[in-house]
């Protein structure tokens, strides 16, 4: 997913137009870009350049009069990117803007910017052993009727949720939980914007997860914000949220995916970790 | 009758999208590409493989390319037809089209290739044959197969990468109508780096004069000066395998070839196929010399013969090129255990 959106002047460097769709966390992008505008100035119309911070990918090309630097996720396909930001160039250059903008003109560069924004949809991956409540939390945020009987998902369920979260039309996947499914959990797994990791709760589910499943999504979900969800609190001896967060090492929400009032709780969880 | 034909490739974001389809109007669930997908990529180390998968009351052959590629080509099929039918047809399609995914030039041609899906299991295993010799990967295969007998399919793979200037070959899709047509079995051997092909049966194809005697004496005379100066090469062979694989040339030609001389009225009675193309048939038939035309009437002066044998000469080879058999490695042994097999059951097929 693209995060923000800068377009500067080639001439002198100054900022005409920035969007600011999510956070890129701590990191001071007024001084990287002391670095990088100077490079993009000089280089070839057309030539689309990165560089990579973190969990973020700074990309950015020169066409005609405009730069523009687009900050987008690390999990995302770097070849998808370029051809974003080339269509983009592509739209700004082709047009002479007043600096400052006019409303009009700020208005349009808007309209573009969100249309680009949604060519590249946010992800977010349940990971979990099998009956843990992944399915049921994908029903609970696509505001579908919940699950009585328990189905195993086979390789993978996908989904698109009801809701954008702001500009963002976000994909759901969930993982099956069988153990013959874990060594293709890596494939459902990559491009990941947010991985959640979700248990039932149980010291036994809490202990086998920490074991077993956060070393295998490290290396799959390397660009991408992992947290936890425990399922199933209101069943007896469930272990509380922030037990359970110890034991992982990640923020961890508690949760119950099969009563409708935590819709809007796990909303705000994704919410926040694909914007913050 | 297939119902469609899907290609899909899987990406990182979106999961499976759905890239091409045929017919246009075929409607597609993407809970069934997950499906298909994930079958393919369960358990077979997400390499090259074809699956034959049931879905509700749909039947589903599907060919993936290996995760490099991450597409599959998928036949979907009513619950009355066979997917073993469709084996090696979805293969042929699925490497054609990879072959041109770049720039998406396989959009142009997928009603072509959904024609030849619906019309391969009809065909008769001359046909089938046949079709080898418009590959040049699979002509090049039976080739070296033919001065080696066995190779191991690393050998097999890097001569076609040398030959073809290729960085990858996808040795499955290449081997796999070789392997359903009995021409060549692969087998694992002891110390062997990869799998072993044998050829265990071979096969040729030749322009021969008309079989029908009903062919007057002033066409003879061109028969005769056509096959005097007759040189087959590998132009010829490609000219002699369309004659046989085009369904309706195949008609056409099959029509003339039991009847002799014979009318244009007669043949598109007997084939009912639309006069333009008929006579486009006729025109192509006449030029690569299988047809004269004088006005109305068609005489036969060639037709074209898919010869499948045992590869005899194999034997003799083994001989010369690797001594006494106490010499024998377990590649050559094994060999000649195919050999074997594939003689005595050519023999009971000709009973």
């Known amino acids: ?276 | 009758m297939p119902i469609g034909m899907i290609v899909v490739k899987w990406d990182n974001r979106r999961g499976t999208v759905l890239e091409a389809r045929f017919p246009p109007s075929l409607r597609v669930d993407p809970d069934l590409t997950m499906k298909i997908y994930g079958s393919h990529v369960l358990g077979e180390a997400r390499e090259a493989n074809l699956i034959s998968i049931r879905v509700d009351d749909l039947r589903i052959i599907s060919y993936f390319g290996g995760i490099e590629i991450n597409r599959y080509v998928a036949i979907l099929l009513s619950e009355a037809e066979d997917p073993e039918d469709y084996e090696e047809v979805v293969v042929e399609v699925a490497s054609r089209i990879f072959d041109q995914i770049e720039g998406g030039e396989y959009l142009e041609h997928l009603e072509d290739l959904f024609k030849l899906i619906e019309q391969y299991p009809h065909m008769s295993i001359e046909q089938k044959v046949a079709r080898l010799f418009l590959d040049p990967m699979k002509v090049f295969v039976l080739q070296k197969l033919r001065e080696k007998g066995l190779m191991t399919l690393d050998q097999l793979s890097g001569e076609i990468k040398h030959a073809f200037g290729l960085r990858t070959v996808d040795m499955r899709s290449v081997l796999s109508p070789l392997v359903k047509l009995d021409l060549v079995v692969t087998r694992w051997i002891e110390g062997a780096s990869s799998e072993v092909a044998f050829l265990v049966r071979d096969c040729e194809i030749l322009r021969v004069p008309p079989r029908t005697k009903k062919v007057p004496r002033d066409i003879r005379s061109s028969v005769i000066a056509l096959f005097s100066k007759y040189k087959p090469d590998s132009r010829e062979a490609m000219v002699l395998a369309r004659a046989l694989t085009d369904p309706d040339t195949y008609r056409v030609l099959s029509c003339i070839r039991k009847k002799g001389v014979v009318s244009i009225e007669e043949i598109r009675d007997e084939v009912d196929i639309p006069s333009g193309e008929l006579f486009d048939i006729l025109g192509w038939l006449e030029r690569n010399r299988f047809i004269e035309m004088r006005g109305e009437e068609v005489f036969p002066l060639s037709e074209p013969l898919l010869l499948i044998f045992f590869p005899e000469y194999q034997l003799r080879k083994m001989i010369e090129l690797y001594g006494n058999v106490e010499s024998w490695d377990e590649g050559l042994r094994q060999y000649l255990m195919l050999l074997k097999e594939s003689y005595m059951e050519m023999m009971r097929e000709k009973r």
């Open chain 1, 1 to 276: 997913m693209i995060r923000q959106i800068y377009i500067y002047k080639k001439d002198d460097l100054r900022l005409i137009f920035h969007r600011k769709y999510a956070n890129i966390g701590r990191i001071n992008f007024d001084e990287i870009s002391q670095l990088i505008l100077p490079v993009a100035r000089a280089m070839d119309d057309g030539v689309i350049d990165h560089s990579e911070i973190f969990r973020y990918r700074i990309s950015y090309g020169t066409l005609g009069d405009y730069i523009v630097v687009m900050i987008n996720n690390r999990s995302c396909d770097r070849e998808e990117v370029e051809g974003a930001l080339t269509e983009y160039l592509r739209d700004v250059a082709s047009q002479r803007f007043n600096s400052p903008l006019s409303v009009e003109e700020e208005r349009h560069l808007s309209i573009l910017s969100r249309r680009v924004i949604a060519t590249i949809p946010a992800k977010v991956c349940f990971v979990g052993f099998g009956g843990v409540g992944k399915t049921t939390l994908l029903r609970l945020l696509r505001h579908e009727r919940i699950p009585l009987r328990y189905e195993p998902t086979m390789f993978g369920e996908r989904a698109i949720m009801t809701l954008p979260i702001g500009p963002y039309r976000v994909i759901l996947f969930t993982v099956g939980g069988q153990e013959r499914f874990m060594p293709i959990w890596d494939i459902l797994i990559r491009g990941s914007d947010v991985v959640v990791v979700v248990t039932d709760s149980t010291p036994d589910n809490v202990e086998r997860t920490k074991s077993q499943i956060m070393p295998m999504i490290r290396d799959p979900a390397r660009y991408s914000v992992i947290l936890a969800i425990a399922n199933k609190q209101d069943l007896p001896k469930s272990l509380p949220a922030d037990v359970i967060e110890q034991t992982l090492g990640i923020k961890t929400y508690g949760c119950v995916a099969i009563d409708p009032a935590y819709r809007s709780k796990i909303m705000d969880v994704i919410k926040s970790a694909l914007l913050s």
